[in-house]
């Protein structure tokens, strides 16, 4: 009966730690409030290598432009404070398989991918909309991960993300 008990005490706890931890990490994923990307629209992420507590990478600019990706670039170089002649093309992110609708180009501050690469949260207008992905500048590998916790890693390009399709709330890329 004592094992019985114990058992039993060592399952809730087991299941509470699991709760408490999808707690803590739907905190960490939950969505920010952004306006939608309007089809037609371009947009630039750039991304510092440092992280916050939960390794994320620091997102230091974000733009859009009607006009075209290499003006997103720009503009969030001029609005971020950031020298876009730094800055490394790391990913481009797409709404549809076979990198169809450019969603985002992410950049880095600091250079291309390394082994600690880049990790991006896709939130607001991004999330659960990537299907594809093309790594640039030493970008070969990423993980993505699904808001329950579910991941995949792909080497890139990765034509079609499969079960994390419009599914993805975190991307790391890096040189693997």
């Given at each position: 009966m004592r094992n019985?008990?114990?058992t039993m005490y060592l399952n809730v706890r087991a299941a509470l730690a699991t709760l408490a931890t999808v707690v803590v990490v739907g905190a960490f994923l939950a969505p920010a409030a952004a306006a939608a990307v309007e089809k037609g629209e371009y947009c630039a992420v750039i991304l510092s290598?440092?992280?916050d507590a939960n390794g994320v990478s620091k997102v230091l600019s974000k733009e859009c432009s009607t006009v075209s990706a290499a003006d997103a670039h720009r503009k969030a170089g001029v609005?971020?404070?950031v020298s876009i002649a730094a800055d490394t093309?790391?990913?481009?992110?797409?709404?549809h398989q076979d990198y169809g609708d450019l969603m985002v180009d992410l950049y880095g501050q600091y250079g291309p991918c390394d082994h600690e690469g880049y990790t991006f949260i896709l939130d607001g207008e991004y999330a659960y909309a990537l299907s594809s992905v093309i790594g640039h500048n030493s970008c070969t590998w990423s993980k993505l991960t699904s808001e329950g916790g579910y991941y995949e890693y792909h080497a890139l390009p990765v034509r079609n993300i499969g079960a994390l399709n419009d599914n993805t709330k975190v991307i790391h890329l890096w040189r693997g």
């Open positions: 019985r008990i114990r290598k440092e992280r609005e971020g404070g093309k790391l990913a481009s992110l797409y709404r």
